[in-house]
């Protein structure tokens, strides 16, 4: 199974501040990461797909970045419905593993 | 719009088989675009992609459930399936059905429509 690390694993932010989010793979994936938003007792939202291609709806604050095994997502300027927890997943190769989690908390 | 929205036990006890099922709403599941998944997710923890399903049957499941899982479709009722056999506490958990929309059919490649969950607790 390809093996995503995520970094750091709890983030402390303020509103409005630039928060970058990253996720390793434990081998090549080439684009197929997609990133999404979850928030407590609710289903994850899809944000990013095929590495950095906005998903329709997700602000514009969000972008991805990466290929093969390096990959992050960045939030340009926080707001208050961002704070939550982030999920990377591949898509390359089966299983289509997650990563473990950032959880983004109100500083 | 579609809708995905799953059902079953709340409780199952140790040992016995857990089941659940996913329907669709408001569009078809016979569509050669998507796959449709199982995903879950222990109170606090992280999530785990259990595997998927064509409309046509083929199955992928994740090799960390063994033979224990088993997704099934039935395309006349609109819904796909998931059974885990002899579980443990280790398998309580929310549960999630979600569509995957293929890359090569103008898909996301991603997991692009998801239900609200649904919570099992394996407990005697």
């Known amino acids: 199974d390809i093996q995503l690390t995520q970094s750091p694993s709890f983030v402390s932010a303020s509103v409005g501040d630039r928060v970058t989010i990253s996720c390793q793979a434990s081998q090549d994936v080439r684009n197929w990461l997609a990133w999404y938003q979850q928030k407590p007792g609710k289903a994850p939202n899809l944000l990013i797909y095929a590495a950095s291609t906005l998903e329709s709806g997700v602000p514009s604050r969000f972008s991805g970045s990466g290929s093969g095994t390096d990959f992050s997502l960045t939030i340009s300027s926080l707001q208050p419905e961002d704070f939550a927890t982030y999920y990377c997943q591949q898509a390359n190769d089966l299983p289509h593993t997650f990563g473990g989690g950032t959880k983004v908390e109100i500083k | 719009q579609l809708q995905l929205q799953e059902s079953g036990p709340g409780l199952v006890k140790p040992a016995e088989t857990l089941s659940l099922t996913c329907s669709v709403s408001g569009g078809s599941l016979s569509s050669p675009s998507h796959y449709w998944a199982w995903i879950r997710q222990p109170p606090g923890k992280g999530l785990e992609w259990i595997g998927f399903?064509?409309?046509?049957?083929?199955?992928y499941y994740s090799p960390s459930l063994g033979s224990r899982v088993t997704i099934s479709v039935d395309t006349s009722k609109n819904q796909f399936s998931v059974r885990l056999t002899s579980v443990t506490a280790a398998d309580t958990a929310l549960y999630f059905c979600a569509r995957f929309s293929k890359w090569e059919l103008g898909g996301r490649s991603a997991l692009d429509l998801w239900g609200r969950g649904t919570m099992v607790a394996v407990s005697p």
């Open positions: 399903i064509y409309y046509t049957g083929t199955t």
